[in-house]
Antibody, heavy 119, light 108 residues
Framework: QFQLVESGGGVVQPGGSLRLSCAAS????????MHWVRQAPGKGLEWVAH????????YYADSVKGRFTISRDNFKNTLYVQVNSLRVEDTAVYYC????????????WGQGAMVIVSS | EVVLTQSPGTLSLSPGERATLSCRAS???????LAWYQQKPGQAPRLLIY???NRATGIPDRFSGSWSGTDFTLTISRLEPEDFAVYYC?????????FGQGTKLEIK
């Protein structure tokens, strides 16, 4: 069964940092492109970042470029995002997701990790 | 960046009725890279439709997708109680992925 489990969320002060993790199981993680998508409280979905399976292509949303770093460990079947210089507006549930089906769609999602940026 | 505009913002219908949700792209989007999701409160989104008109695994055939030019449509032929949720469209072009702002489908 395909599964993604995020961890590492919490409360952090503005300007602070956090690293979120996403543990994958049930599919060929090392062959799968991975994404982070976030959702602010009561708001819609916002794509954050993408990392190709072999790490050769990395894309970021303009809103996080220069502050967030996506990475992966294919031996540990784990996706990461290092989030620095956090702002109040980064408060959101952060989901990891993958596109096993192709077509640029997110067919497997984790349950999400909450990040709250507050002083 | 491609902007997706969904309409209406809220759709009030009764079980058994037909729902038509729209998603308009600000510029050309490949039909291969347009998807629809359903999200219920406290849950992660669930993929319904990919490649504009292909149902994801396990999605009932009352859900269908279509398009004309830059206008994409999700149709639910006969609403079941479990279909009342928020729906998002999403596109992928080049190095970017964007979502629409969502349509809330509520029970009338």
């Amino acid at each position: 069964q395909f599964q993604l489990v995020e961890s590492g969320g919490g409360v952090v002060q503005p300007g602070g940092s956090l690293r979120l993790s996403c543990a994958a199981s049930g599919f060929a993680f090392s062959s799968s492109g991975m994404h982070w998508v976030r959702q602010a409280p009561g708001k819609g979905l916002e794509w954050v970042a993408h990392l190709r399976s072999d790490g050769t292509f990395i894309y970021y949303a303009d809103s996080v470029k220069g502050r967030f770093t996506i990475s992966r460990d294919n031996f540990k079947n784990t996706l990461y995002v290092q989030v620095n210089s956090l702002r109040v507006e980064d408060t959101a549930v952060y989901y990891c997701a993958t596109d096993l089906i192709g077509f640029g769609a997110f067919d497997i999602w984790g349950q999400g990790a909450m990040v709250i940026v507050s002083s | 960046e491609v902007v997706l505009t969904q309409s209406p913002g809220t759709l009030s219908l009764s079980p058994g009725e037909r729902a038509t949700l729209s998603c308009r792209a600000s510029q050309s989007v490949s039909s291969n890279y347009l998807a629809w999701y359903q999200q219920k409160p406290g849950q992660a989104p669930r993929l319904l439709i990919y490649g504009t008109s292909n149902r994801a695994t396990g999605i009932p055939d009352r859900f269908s997708g279509s398009w004309s030019g830059t206008d994409f449509t999700l149709t639910i032929s006969r609403l079941e109680p479990e279909d009342f949720a928020v729906y998002y469209c999403q596109q992928h072009t080049g190095s970017s992925y964007t979502f629409g702002q969502g349509t809330k489908l509520e029970i009338k």
